[in-house]
């Protein structure tokens, strides 16, 4: 397989390149289109009083909220990981690719799952931000996939920066690497680690993630501020601040407001949880197939 992968090496870099500078076209492309319908300056203004039409005030999340599923995920990693290390040295955990690590992994993403049903009772519970003017079904597929062939190549080039950056202000050491791309590699648990990292990444991740920043974050930023671009950012940031390595916080913070934006502006949480999960596929067939263009 690896010798397999090794000689599309040069086929995988031309489709790549063609991904990124398609995507970099549409997103020209939709600048064009928001200047020409007079949008460009606040692509959200008409949604400012509609996008969440019904959620703001009392039906919208609460602070409360937010810190129950916080305090629940907490608390059920911390217990489920213990029981998980019963038997492991818990040093071991901190080593990617370890058994003791996919047992954490595990354990994780029990955690998430229960959560992500709590999450889902508050959400129905509060009341589904929705577009009066919602989309057709065929728009709303559509959405994820141009959203990610245009965030792609933007976050390619910022995590370019923060690479040269990183090294500027820590000459001569090693590029932080994620636990995911070493234990891609080195995982006692061979093929079944790697279904592991990608069943997570492509369904247990998005759907979490999505969620609680797209989802309870977002929607109670609004229901507190009423702006639509504060609780954009406010999720972007948040999302992007708790995960990766110091290089992958601004790439990520940028795919934050695109799905934040897609939220508001398609009305579904399900686009932003197709268009998470296609961001994390490319990276996953990367990191599996051709690490050597992974940074």
């Not at 247990?204 to 702006?227: I, K, N, T």
């Not at 994390?280 to 050597?292: E, H, I, K, S």
């Amino acid at each position: 397989m690896l010798a397999l992968a090794s000689e599309l090496l040069p086929a995988a870099e031309i489709v790549d390149l063609a991904v990124m500078i398609l995507g970099a076209g549409l997103g020209a492309g939709y600048l064009l289109w928001l200047r020409r319908k007079g949008e460009l300056g606040n692509p959200l203004v008409k949604l400012q009083a509609a996008a969440f039409a019904g959620t703001v005030g009392p039906r919208g999340p609460r602070a409360a909220e937010l810190v129950l599923v916080v305090l629940l995920y907490l608390v059920l990693t911390s217990l489920l990981g213990s029981l998980a290390l019963r038997d492991e040295p818990r040093a071991a955990a901190l080593e990617p690719g370890s058994n003791a690590w996919h047992l954490v992994q595990t354990a994780d993403a029990v955690s998430r799952l229960i959560v992500i049903v709590l999450m889902v009772l508050i959400l129905r519970a509060a009341g589904a931000a929705t577009r009066p003017d919602r989309p057709a079904l065929a728009a709303r597929l559509l959405a994820p996939l141009l959203a990610v062939l245009v965030v792609l190549p933007v976050c390619a080039v910022q995590l370019k920066a923060g690479i040269v950056t990183w090294q500027w202000l820590h000459p001569g050491q090693s590029l932080p690497v994620h636990p995911v791309l070493k234990a891609a590699h080195h995982s006692a648990w061979r093929a079944w680690g790697s279904l592991q990292l990608v069943l997570f990444s492509l369904v247990v991740a998005p759907l979490a993630e999505e969620l609680f920043f797209r989802g309870l974050l977002l929607q109670a930023v609004w229901r507190w501020l009423r702006r639509a671009w504060p609780a954009v950012i406010v999720s972007a940031v948040a999302f992007g601040c708790v995960h990766g390595q110091p290089q992958d916080v601004v790439p990520l913070c940028t795919l934050g407001l695109v799905l934040g934006y897609l939220r508001l502006r398609s009305g579904s949480l399900a686009a932003c949880v197709i268009c998470h999960a296609l961001f994390n596929a490319r990276t996953m067939v990367l990191v599996l197939f051709f690490p050597d263009l992974v940074e």
